[in-house]
């Protein structure tokens, strides 16, 4: 069965650089037809999906967070990992990574998520 663990920093200052890594284990990353997403969830709001990268290296960004986010995979280790430039508070919030299969098949579904990580942008 697969798991994921999400891990990084819980403060980073605004204008700084977050960058969160989800750790997949009992499953390979390129494993066909899935791919791997970050997801998360402002105190008090919903889920907001960020990005994905497919289980052959390709990745799409939610068209709000193009422009700051950067998703990748390093297959030696098993991992994705999330960077987004220019933090501000109103990226504080939980964070998800998590698997969903065929992209880009909708509505997104997800059959694996990670536990989630606290983030705060907050100097």
């Known amino acids: 069965q697969v798991q994921l663990q999400e891990s990084g920093p819980g403060l980073v200052k605004p204008s700084q650089t977050l960058s969160l890594t989800c750790t997949v284990s009992g499953g390979s990353i390129t494993t066909n037809y899935y791919y791997w997403s970050w997801i998360r969830q402002p105190p008090g709001k919903g889920l907001e999906w960020m990005g994905a990268?497919?289980?052959?290296?390709?990745?799409y960004y939610s068209p709000s967070l193009k422009s700051r986010t950067t998703i990748s995979g390093d297959t030696s280790k098993n991992q994705f990992t999330l960077q987004v430039n220019s933090v501000t508070p109103e990226d504080t919030g939980m964070y998800y990574c998590?698997?969903?299969?065929?992209?880009?098949?909708?509505?997104?579904?997800?059959?694996?998520w990670g536990q989630g990580t606290q983030v705060t942008g907050s100097a």
């Open positions: 990268i497919t289980y052959s290296g390709s990745t």
């Open positions: 998590a698997r969903g299969l065929l992209w880009p098949r909708m509505p997104l579904t997800f059959g694996a």
